[in-house]
Nanobody, 125 residues
Framework: VQLQASGGGLVQAGGSLRLSCAAS????????MGWFRQAPGKDLEFVAG????????RYADSVKGRFTIYRDNAKNTLNLQMNSLKPEDTAVYYC???????????????????WGQGTEVTVSS
C-alpha cells in the first residue's frame, strides 16, 4: 500500500484542519489505519487509529475530544479532523497502515507496515 497524506498547513491556535490520506496499490478494507506525528526535537507519537472494520477507535489523551479519525473504504481514504488546535499540535503527521489479520488499533510504531511521507502542521499562538 502506498499512502499519500495531505491537508497540512499553517493555522492559528483554536483553528481547524483536516488531514487526508489517499491509499493506492491495494484496498485498505482489511488494513487497520492510523496517524502518528513527530514534533521538532521529539519522538514519534501515536495520535489516533481506527481498525479496518471501523469498530475500534483510539486516540492519544492529548488529542481526545479535539481530533476525529474516520475512514472511507469505498474511496480508499483515511481522514483526521483536527479542531481546537494548539501550538503543541505542531508536528509532521504521518498516515500509517497495519496489515494485521485482525481488526485492532496499536499505538506502537513497529506494528505498522505502511507509512506515508508526512504532512506538516504548524499551529501558531
Amino acid at each position: 500500500v502506498q499512502l499519500q497524506a495531505s491537508g497540512g498547513g499553517l493555522v492559528q491556535a483554536g483553528g481547524s484542519l483536516r488531514l487526508s490520506c489517499a491509499a493506492s496499490g491495494r484496498t485498505i478494507r482489511s488494513v487497520n489505519m492510523g496517524w502518528f506525528r513527530q514534533a521538532p526535537g521529539k519522538d514519534l507519537e501515536f495520535v489516533a487509529g481506527i481498525s479496518w472494520s471501523g469498530g475500534t477507535i483510539r486516540y492519544a489523551d492529548s488529542v481526545k475530544g479535539r481530533f476525529t479519525i474516520y475512514r472511507d473504504n469505498a474511496k480508499n481514504t483515511l481522514n483526521l479532523q483536527m479542531n481546537s488546535l494548539k501550538p503543541e499540535d505542531t508536528a509532521v503527521y504521518y498516515c500509517v497502515g497495519d496489515a494485521g489479520r485482525v481488526p485492532r488499533v496499536e499505538s506502537e510504531r513497529h506494528e505498522y507496515d505502511y507509512w506515508g511521507q508526512g504532512t506538516e502542521v504548524t499551529v501558531s499562538s
